[in-house]
T-cell receptor, first 114, second 114 residues
């Protein structure tokens, strides 16, 4: 079955420290992978995507993600967290399920403490 | 911010009322989506459209209906609102022709049925 998993409901990190939000996927064929961020009372905003090419993808607000085919992972990273990064983060994969659809993970809440 | 709009942003309405949630986008995207999301929780796809006069039900069963008479407009209607419909509704669009794939989200409508 096509799926995406975010194993952590919540990630806590101190401001200035590096952060990682984990995502693993299970799809047949080549995966198209995405990260979105949701701030309170807002819709989701696209952060970055992996379609093909370099395994390290850079996106908005200093975020990056590394595609690892052997581990079927697409973890979101940032070298130095900001309090303003506190939000809900969704990983997503575009997969074929009787038609191409985007499957979203359950979300990971990131708390960055000052 | 993407050019996708939802109105109203907040709606409190009594049981049994008919409501229509509006969604419009000015990007010319052919694909549009409706998601239901309890605050801070995962997204559930309830409807999608791949173009004018095309509508499909999503993964989560919903009593709502949608229409797509114009490319830019994708309203969602509840004929008789119930407290179980209380949730946040997110509209999104994507450009299927350019193979960009990421979705652009509106700010959401938070619906409360009393």
């Amino acid at each position: 079955a096509q799926s995406v998993a975010q194993p952590e409901d919540q990630v806590n990190v101190a401001e200035g420290n590096p952060l990682t939000v984990k995502c693993t996927y299970s799809v047949s064929g080549n995966p198209y992978l995405f990260w979105y961020v949701q701030y309170p009372n807002r819709g989701l905003q696209f952060l970055l995507k992996y379609i093909t090419g370099d395994n390290l993808v850079k996106g908005s607000y200093g975020f990056e993600a590394e595609f690892n085919k052997s581990q079927t992972s697409f973890h979101l990273k940032k070298p130095s967290a900001l309090v303003s990064d506190s939000a809900l983060y969704f990983c997503a994969v575009r997969a074929y399920t009787g038609g191409f659809k985007t499957i979203f993970g359950a979300g990971t809440r990131l708390f960055v403490k000052a | 911010e993407a050019d996708i709009y939802q109105t109203p942003r907040y709606l409190v309405i009594g049981t049994g009322k008919k409501i229509t949630l509006e969604c419009s986008q000015t990007m010319g995207h052919d694909k549009m989506y409706w998601y239901q999301q309890d605050p801070g929780m995962e997204l559930h796809l309830i409807h999608y459209s791949y173009g004018v006069n095309s509508t499909e039900k999503g993964d989560l069963s919903s009593e709502s209906t949608v229409s797509r008479i114009r490319t830019e407009h994708f309203p969602l209607t509840l004929e008789s609102a119930r407290p179980s419909h209380t949730s946040q509704y997110l509209c999104a669009s994507s450009d299927g022709t350019s193979q960009i794939y990421e979705q652009y989200f509106g700010p959401g409508t938070r619906l409360t049925v009393t």
